[in-house]
């Protein structure tokens, strides 16, 4: 069922178009927001400074439309659509030193030991992003995956060379008191009797 809704095309109207991305500007001020869901992070970011484009990542139709309109109803300027993964939005609009943040709150787990192999976050992936995230950029990660933090974690440790690990205090790791987003899959990560775990990275 996911595999179809994935494949569906956004059907978009003429005035909403402008929210589609065409391209990206490296003189900005630029956040990457990967796998946005129904856009709880990504309109709470772009209405937090309309200075900062925000680029929502999503394939999910739902989500998309659900951005657009209350964008919308913020009247926000600095938001924009990409529907795919992120591996497409970096091929294909991104330059090198032309992203300023990345968020990825709360990516599939792919619990089962078999499908670790399919999650985003590993050495791949940091070493991929490296090239296109400005000096100083910051990475935000949340997960409720203890197996996928484990891996995570590792990961870092492995391209510390790249990106150093800013919140290494305790009481920094706790999504729940930190003034971050409250998406479904942080509320629904709670109702679980999960405590979100939280990263911040800067690319050196």
Sequence with gaps: MEDQRAEQKLQINKEDIKYIIKNIDSSKY????????????????????????????????????????????????????????????????????????????????????????????????????????KKEAIIHIASDSKSYISEIL????????????INQNKQEWDYSNLSLPKTKYYKKALENGLNPFYIKLMKL
């Excluded at 913020?74 to 300023?100: A, T």
């Excluded at 590792?154 to 690990?165: A, T």
Aim: charged share 25%.
């Design 30 to 133: 630029n956040i990457i927001d990967v796998g946005s869901g129904y856009g709880e992070s990504t309109i709470e970011f772009a209405s937090f400074d309309n200075k900062k484009i925000v680029i929502a990542c999503e394939k999910y139709i739902d989500g998309i439309k659900n951005i657009i309109e209350n964008a919308k109803i913020e009247s926000l300027n600095n938001v924009f659509i990409f529907q795919g993964n992120v591996h497409q939005l970096l091929d294909e609009y991104c330059i090198k030193n032309s992203i300023s943040e990345i968020w990825i709150l709360f990516p599939d787990p792919w619990p089962k030991k078999r499908h670790f192999k399919r999650r985003l976050i590993n050495v791949v992936f940091f070493n991929k992003i490296k090239k296109f995230l």
């Design 154 to 165: 590792k990961c870092i440790s492995d391209v510390k060379n790249d990106f150093l690990w």
